[in-house]
């Protein structure tokens, strides 16, 4: 399967960014090109949307790198991602703002899963660049192998 990269910007609370208008205030008054440093992958990665097919990511035995940038239209669909294993990184950029209320990315049903923290960057302005990988181990690959069986009423082996 091609490599999935989730990229996410939300405040300290775990708010996405997009929901929040005080954490819009400061993006704004913040604003650098480029701040997370993550064009150059927008440019080589294939987007991913809301309107991604997850059997699609499944069966795909390509080197693809697929990229997906969290907000409140892709909230959903990420959260089904994270539910099928399907995630490899996670790119999570954290700036200084409470938002008191909005929309969550991650979901209180998602199942456990281990992520090893590759890299972690501290900006001037107070935000946080932290990356997280998850090994591909074949129990991963089998997780991924049963649910399609479970979906397509196959047995996995």
Known sequence: MGKVVL????????????TSGEAQKWLVKTDTPDRFGIAAMKETARPLSEYTSLTMLVLDKSDTTYFIEAN???????NGMARMHLLD?????????????????????LPESEWMRNEIKSYKDGSLKTVYRKGSDTKTQKK???ILARLFGKSSS
Do not use: H, K, Q
């Open 7 to 18: 990229f996410a910007v939300l405040t300290m609370d775990g708010c996405l960014a997009d």
């Open 72 to 78: 409140t239209t892709t909230a959903n669909i990420i």
């Open 89 to 109: 990184e996670i790119i999570l950029c954290t700036i200084p703002v409470i938002a008191g209320n909005g929309c969550r990315l991650f979901l209180g049903d």
């Open 144 to 146: 991924r192998l049963s």
